[in-house]
């Protein structure tokens, strides 16, 4: 016995024994409705506390950087965020003035300083 013939007989047979679902008559699908909803996300603020080089950060970091990511990172001294600072500019090529460098460095000092 061919597959053809085959699948002609066992279908029916399927359907007979309630193996097959059938289509329900009458019953359209719902269409599908999109809402908007709003959320809340849970991060603190989205702009840096004012201190001494905030604007060079803004300036420079932000392109790769969120305020939260740089205000929780752990506290180094300040050899540690000259050498995050290098590494950010030299390794990842981040394009810094480097007149801001000073400045940068003052205010990750100021915030995120272990003591020396």
Not at 86 to 102: L, Y
Request: glycine residues 6%.
């Amino acid at each position: 016995m061919s597959h053809a013939i085959m699948s002609r007989a066992i279908l029916p047979a399927l359907l007979l024994l309630g193996l097959l679902p059938l289509p329900a008559p009458g019953h359209a699908a719902e269409p599908m409705t999109f809402k908007s909803e709003s959320i809340q996300l849970p991060f603190g603020s989205s702009d840096f506390p004012p201190g001494p080089g905030v604007d060079a950060v803004k300036k420079n970091c932000l392109l790769c950087h969120s305020p939260r990511m740089i205000l929780y990172q752990p506290t180094l001294t300040k050899e540690g965020w000259t050498k995050e600072v290098d590494k950010m500019i030299n390794v990842f090529k981040a394009p810094v003035v480097k007149e801001d460098i000073p400045a940068i460095l003052d205010y990750l000092t100021h915030f995120q300083a272990a003591k020396e």
